[in-house]
């Protein structure tokens, strides 16, 4: 019968002790015996053709991985049945001692589902501002910025640069219809040039356009503040392999925004004076926030019970216009992650209707 010790720790790491007598096991040991006899090329025998004994002796080591790959989880299963362990990351196994035909006893680390607690998050305030309200100045100075962008593409602008000898500015896309108006500041031209009916049709776009980029720009910063001061009410021992997969989620952001400038990760750090290690290290506060944040609303999830059906979760797979990225979602694990990114984006919304405004 096996044999288990479960201790836990800080940080939600959970150390769980298993033995296991080798009646339990045996099976397992000539199921892993088999399937390395079959892969094995030993001398003077054909591939997988060799005796079992022959490669239980020259290939001990190599069964006793397999076997050990295969027992270890299972019997790890077993031991935390009953339990309120529910482990969030691989477990690192380490092996105490193996005696065929006798026991094989091992130690393993997993961290474990962290117990949050979040206080009235009904009672939250939080501020949702008025959107920016947008100018007619707003509009004229992005009417001016696209005109001036516009103007330098034009054929009588770039007749006047300096051309060499193979004619590299004659063979520019300019990427814009030729017009014939010679005027030196927005007009009908310009505007029926980049898509709109008129210079006020322009205008009335970007206006519309403004608008609604401070409507969205408001609402997410009324969501952050909801989401703060989530983070302020939730208690959790915040367990470090969640600060470091959040490390690593927002290292991810800054490759790209780095990429984005044209620049090399390394070029950016070397120009910051700082370290890989030190970024993290400065990040590392955010990060732990971050993660609260997470678990907190995740705590609300499932008070409030809020759930994403297979059909809600099919109706957003389905909008990806993407077949290649779509087909990604047939596995289960990206299932899984969009799953919980929609049960997150869902439970804020009911925050929405529950936070008092101030």
Same mark, same amino acid.
């Given at each position: ?18 033995a296991?007598?080798w009646?339990?096991?045996d099976?397992k ?37 397999e ?8 019997l790890?299963?077993e ?10 990351d ?25 117990e ?33 962008r ?5 054929p ?9 000898q193979?004619?590299?500015?004659g ?26 009916l ?13 608008e ?11 969501? =952050?503040?909801? *989401?703060? +001061?989530?983070e302020?009410?939730?208690? &959790?021992?915040?367990? !470090?392999?969640l600060? %470091?997969? @959040? ?6 952001g ?12 390394e ?11 030190q ?10 926030k971050?993660?609260?944040? =997470?678990?907190? *609303?995740? +705590? ?5 019970? &809020?759930?994403?059906? !297979?059909a809600?979760l %099919?109706? @957003?797979?389905?909008k ?7 087909t990604q ?11 919980h ?6 439970t ?11």
């Amino acid at each position: 019968m096996l044999t288990k010790n479960i201790v836990k720790h800080p940080k939600a790491m959970v150390e769980v002790q298993v033995a296991a007598p080798w009646a339990d096991v045996d099976a397992k040991w000539s199921e892993s015996l088999q399937k390395v006899a079959s892969e094995a090329e030993l001398p003077g025998f054909r591939k997988g053709q060799a005796p079992l004994p022959v490669i239980e002796q020259q290939m001990a080591a190599k069964v006793q991985e397999e076997f050990q790959k295969t027992v270890f989880p299972q019997l790890l299963i077993e031991a935390l049945q009953g339990s309120d362990v529910v482990p969030i990351d691989y477990p690192q196994y380490q092996l105490v001692s193996f005696v065929k035909g006798q026991q094989v006893a091992f130690r393993a680390m997993v961290t474990q589902r962290p117990e949050v607690k979040i206080s009235d998050y009904k009672a939250v305030k939080a501020t949702k501002n008025t959107p920016k309200v947008i100018t007619d100045e707003d509009v004229d100075k992005l009417v001016d910025d696209l005109f001036k962008r516009w103007q330098t593409r034009q054929p009588s602008a770039i007749s006047s640069q300096p051309s060499d000898q193979n004619g590299a500015a004659g063979a520019m896309d300019f990427n814009q219809t030729p017009t014939s108006s010679a005027s030196s500041t927005p007009d009908d031209n310009f505007a029926k040039a980049v898509g709109a009916l008129s210079l006020a049709d322009l205008k009335t776009k970007i206006k519309t356009d403004l608008e609604n980029e401070a409507k969205y720009n408001n609402e997410l910063d009324y969501e =952050e503040a909801i *989401l703060q +001061e989530v983070e302020k009410l939730t208690t &959790v021992e915040v367990p !470090e392999v969640l600060i %470091q997969d @959040e490390l690593n989620r927002m290292l991810v952001g800054l490759q790209k925004r780095v990429a984005d400038m044209g620049l090399l990760l390394e070029d950016y750090l070397k120009s910051q004076g700082k370290t890989l290690d030190q970024i993290k290290e400065d990040w590392r506060v955010q990060a732990e926030k971050n993660v609260r944040m =997470e678990l907190g *609303l995740a +705590e609300i999830a499932r008070q409030e019970k &809020v759930d994403i059906t !297979e059909a809600e979760l %099919q109706a @957003e797979i389905d909008k990806i216009q993407d077949a290649k990225l779509k087909t990604q979602f047939e596995a289960q694990e990206p299932r899984l992650h969009l799953r919980h990114s929609l049960r997150q984006m869902k439970t804020l919304d009911l925050l929405k209707t529950l936070v008092n405004h101030s």
